[in-house]
């Protein structure tokens, strides 16, 4: 399976946080909130969609009061698409010391 | 509330970003969005202001675009729905379907031709194969009524078992957990002073509804005993016949007369038992003779835990081996040897699938021609448009999308087929199982809704196998070349290989039918060419069920009065009575004793009664001495009898039987008066067997059963005056119930058999098959030569003469089905295989057969070719040249 992109990754995990509650403009909120970046709405939409395709998320509509929103859910598959990220992720930092590095940078400033 | 609606005003979002956002936004879901956006607009500017909720409203309608432009794109390419959206109108998909679909109902009312064709050819396709499966269903695919059906089996020889065998084999089964036996037991019942009636029974053992593993709804089965000496007469219902008898539950331990003794109702069988086929009625014991050696039982059992029904043969061989130690037997009845078990799904439907599988088949096939029919006339429809489609093609319409609307249009034909098929199904439905040869199925063959739903599934099917073609057209097409072409007049007349491979596989599928169906009738003609001994024209037959109170002598006499009153009737020649009709099944055999040769081995012969006249009503001529007449009576010794000639053959040969005489069966030594021809008195195909006839005058009647036989002077009369005899039965003898009138040339078709059937619902398909290929043919043909138009006319008017083009066009046409012909030959040699059980010394490859068939398919190709050559060759090259 392609590594997921960072939306990507960004809107799974959203999903998940949001917990039952998964529509739009909830995702697209829950990773402003996160990042403290703003996002476009149609970019979450795209890739919600996209994921869907790919049978990493479900949707279904909500029915009762209030207007009908579609919901979406995280699939078998995309919990495993998420683990295998956060697997990469963290065989990718294995080793890496940024610790020194990020100091080295304070030393400098203060020089 | 005027303040916050002067609030809401405030707040309003500017029109401009939203109107982008509504247009780049699916329609599914843009409601939802706006909304959302709406809110967090009042909550931002709530917040932070007016000023910063509108520039974040412009940053969220210009930052989506791309994104929501990407989407759009990708959704149609992909074509990619979500399920959420599945069922939302609107949405990208559905809406185009939609419009599709009224597209397509305005061209095919447009086009009311090619949309009645259509439909009526695939109509006629999925009704029949509905039908068909209606039909088939309980006899291929439902489960039997017993428990684990597949632990229980019948015996080899069926029906050829007898009491002494049964009692004796009791206790030295191996690899069974019980054995049952049943044989046919109708009942007469007389409820009250009305008619009485016969019900189809069966005689069983008391374990058999434990072998078959069926409960009684109420009451309870047989119990061990039930079939014992002294034991009290008991029944079982059918679930059909208790309702008929009321359907209370206190029918239990009620007692009906049947066959003139009491017997007490013990238990009634669920809805939906059958056993041994669904016309039973009634199920009763009789007590076990250990001596008796009537053999007409049939043995059913089932296997003992652990023993694989398929691998019983160790277990044949021990139980001949055991037979062999105590029976001797003659060659007819022999059981010691080519013993099996059968499987009782094969015993007691296994004789109606071949018919069932064959007609399936052919109906199949009649469906594939109707949909290779259906696609040639869409493939027709979709060249017709060809610069319709290029110009829609050059506006941007992709090939995705005029690939749907065929398909749209293709469904829409489809679903009206499927409602047209549903009724025809619903109508063909009664004929089919009359006319297949399903016994008592056919007459319980029940109608049932699900036909509908099959009738759909099936058009589906075949609105998917038809729209390949067009399809295939579509996207191996060059559409935008057809604009030039379509400037050019059409001057170079494309291969249509795809029409051309529609053709061929048409006449290949009516090979097989037609092969088929040349392959029964020539069989059929050869059982009918069999000289049954009996006259079969202007004689009708009148079944009637004698009353079985009153003396022997009674109802002899009463019989006899029968018989004279219909002879006595204008128009008759002679009437008489017999117990058992030719050509109705084996009857009755006795063994036979010649007087003078006692220790000679002991065989049996047919054994039946007859009135005086039967002989001369008949037809049945005599070759030597005399028949019955009034001076025969019966004395202290003995009586008279006539013989057959087969008999005479086996017993005397070389002598003269006339005044030997015979006993076995009756009592005293009988005097053989005279030799009649061989009869076919059990099958139409049996070997001569010897057989006895015995006066009534001198015997009593066998059974209840008596079946008069009427010869008339014309032939049609036999059939025409049926119910005058009726009559005349009912008003001499009330007592006597009516069973059948019919003639004997009927009796002749039944005992022609299955083949018969079969032959005439074949060549009944057959027909429909070579009408719709000769549509199929004549369609392609003529679309053939109208697309070349242009070009014949050049060369007519260049100086070719017309009979020319007629030849070319016929021989293009002529090339087509000789290959299919050669395609469909190849096909019906493995295909008839089915067919193979019901053919009479007629090969599976019989070369008649398949000649006649080749050549008919062969002369229906050339004149559905002509008929549009000719149409070609008489147009005027001038007109068609100033056309475009």
């Keep these: 399976m392609a590594p997921l992109g960072v939306l990507e990754e960004q809107v799974l995990v959203a999903v998940l946080r949001t917990r039952g509650d998964a529509y739009g403009m909830e995702v697209r909120r829950e990773i402003e909130q996160v990042t403290g970046r703003e996002l476009a709405i149609g970019a979450v939409y795209a890739t919600l969609d ?62 | ?229 002294g034991a009290e007469p008991v029944a079982v219902l059918s679930h059909g016949l208790w309702k008929e008898l009321g359907g209370s539950e206190s029918i239990i331990g009620q007692r009906i007369t049947l066959d003139g003794t009491p017997r007490t109702i013990v238990g009634v069988m669920p809805r939906g038992f059958w056993f041994p086929d669904p016309t039973t009625r009634i199920w009763t014991t009789q007590p076990i003779n250990p001596q008796g050696r009537n053999g007409n039982w049939q043995f059913i059992g089932r296997v003992a835990p652990g023993v694989d029904p398929q691998k019983m043969q160790p277990y044949v061989d021990h139980l001949m081996s055991v037979l062999r130690d105590r029976f001797q037997y003659s060659t007819k009845g022999d059981k010691t040897h080519d013993g099996r078990f059968i499987p009782i799904r094969e015993t007691l439907l296994g004789s109606m699938r071949p018919a069932v599988v064959a007609t399936f088949a052919a109906m199949g096939l009649i469906l594939l021609i109707a949909c290779a029919n259906v696609a040639a006339l869409m493939l027709g429809q979709v060249e017709g448009r060809n610069t319709e489609l ?85 996207w191996r097409g060059e559409l935008r070349g057809t604009m030039n072409s379509a400037r050019m007049g059409g001057i170079q007349g494309r291969g249509g290989r795809l029409e051309q491979g529609l053709v061929v596989m048409q006449v290949a599928l009516a090979m097989l039918i037609v092969s088929g169906a040349a392959l029964l009738v020539h069989s059929v003609t050869k059982l009918y060419a069999i000289d049954p001994g009996v006259n079969t024209k202007a004689i009708a037959v009148v079944d009637v069920l004698s009353s079985s109170d009153g003396t022997a002598a009674m109802r002899r006499q009463k019989i006899d009065e029968v018989a004279a009153a219909l002879a006595a009737m204008p128009g008759v020649q002679s009437a008489a009575a017999t117990a058992k009709l030719p050509l109705r099944g084996s009857g009755n055999s006795f063994g036979i004793v010649i007087e003078g040769r006692e220790s000679q081995e002991r065989t049996i012969t047919y054994f039946r009664v007859v009135t005086n006249d039967y002989f001369r009503t008949m037809g049945i001529k005599v070759l030597a001495g005399r028949t019955f007449d ?19 053959r086996k017993y005397f040969p070389g002598e003269d039987p006339i005044g030997r005489r015979v006993r076995g069966g009756l009592t005293g030594s009988w005097q053989i008066i005279g030799v009649v021809e061989n009869v076919a008195e059990g099958d139409l195909t049996d070997d001569p067997e010897p057989a006895r006839y015995y006066s009534d005058q001198q015997v009593n009647w066998l059974g209840p059963v008596a079946t008069f036989v009427v010869r008339t002077g014309r032939d049609g009369d036999a059939a025409t005056m049926l119910d005058q005899f009726r009559g005349t039965v009912n008003r001499v003898a009330p007592g006597f119930a009516v069973q059948e009138t019919t003639t004997m040339s009927r009796v002749l078709d039944l005992a022609v058999g299955p083949a018969r059937q079969i032959m005439t619902l074949l060549t009944l398909l057959s027909v429909l098959a070579l009408t719709l290929g000769a549509v199929g043919i004549y369609g392609v043909i003529a679309h053939f030569a109208a697309r070349r138009k242009r070009d014949w006319a050049i060369r007519v008017a260049l100086g070719l003469p017309t009979s020319r083009v007629i030849r070319h066009i016929v021989a293009q046409g002529t090339a087509l089905v000789t290959a299919g012909i050669v395609l469909g030959v190849l096909g019906a040699v493995v295909l008839t295989r089915v067919l193979a059980s019901f053919l009479y010394e007629t090969g599976r490859l019989d070369p008649v057969a398949f000649a006649a068939a080749c050549a008919l398919l062969l002369v229906i190709g050339i004149v559905a070719a002509f008929v549009p050559a000719h149409r070609a060759s008489t147009v005027d090259p001038a007109l068609v040249l100033r056309e475009q």
């Design chain 1, 50 to 111: 996209r994921l869907e395709q790919k049978k990493l998320l479900t949707s279904r509509r909500t029915h009762g009061r209030g207007p009908s929103r579609r919901l979406f859910e995280l699939s078998p598959h995309g919990a495993t698409a998420l683990a295998e990220t956060r697997a990469m992720r963290q065989r990718l930092w294995k080793g890496v010391d940024l610790e020194a590095m990020l100091q080295g940078r304070v030393l400098r400033t203060s020089y």
């Design chain 2, 390 to 474: 290029a110009v829609r093609s050059a506006l941007g319409a992709s090939r995705g999308r005029l690939t749907q609307q065929v398909v749209v249009e293709a469904l829409v034909i489809g679903l009206g087929a499927a409602l047209l098929g549903a009724l025809l199904a619903a109508t063909g439905f009664r004929i089919l199982a009359t006319s297949l040869p399903l016994g008592a199925w056919g007459e319980n063959a029940s109608f049932d809704w699900t036909m509908f739903a099959v009738a759909l599934v099936i058009a589906l099917a075949a609105v998917l196998l038809v729209v390949l073609v067009p399809a295939a057209s579509l």
């Design chain 2, 1 to 229: 509330m005027p303040v916050r609606h002067a609030e809401s005003n405030e707040v309003s979002p500017p029109r401009l970003p939203l109107a982008l956002l509504r247009r780049l936004l699916p329609r599914a879901e843009r409601d939802e969005v706006l909304a959302d956006i709406r809110t967090e607009y009042v909550d931002i500017a709530a917040e932070h202001g007016l000023a910063t909720a509108r520039r974040w409203l412009w940053r969220q309608a210009l930052g989506s675009a791309p994104a929501l432009l990407g989407w759009n794109w990708w959704r149609g390419w992909t074509g990619f729905e979500p399920r959420a959206n599945a069922y939302r109108p609107g949405g990208p998909m559905i809406k185009s379907w939609i419009t599709d679909a009224r597209y397509a109902v305005r061209r095919l009312r447009a086009r009311p031709t090619y949309t009645i064709l259509s439909i009526l050819t695939l109509a006629l396709g999925i009704g029949g194969t509905a039908a068909v499966f209606g039909v088939a269903r309980p006899l291929l695919f439902d489960p039997l009524p017993y428990s684990h059906a597949g632990e229980v089996v019948t015996f080899w020889m069926p029906y050829w078992w007898n009491e002494e065998e049964y009692t004796y084999l009791r206790d030295k089964y191996t690899g069974f957990r019980d054995v049952a036996m049943e044989e046919p037991g109708d009942v007469t019942m007389q409820a009250g002073d009305g008619p009485v009636r016969l019900l189809p029974g069966r005689v069983v053992t008391a374990n058999m509804f434990d072998v078959l593993g069926a409960r009684p709804l109420l009451g309870r089965g047989f119990r061990s005993g039930d079939d014992q000496q």
């Design chain 2, 630 to 648: 009034n001076s025969d009576r019966m004395n202290d010794s003995g009586g008279t009898v006539v013989i057959n000639e087969a008999l005479a």
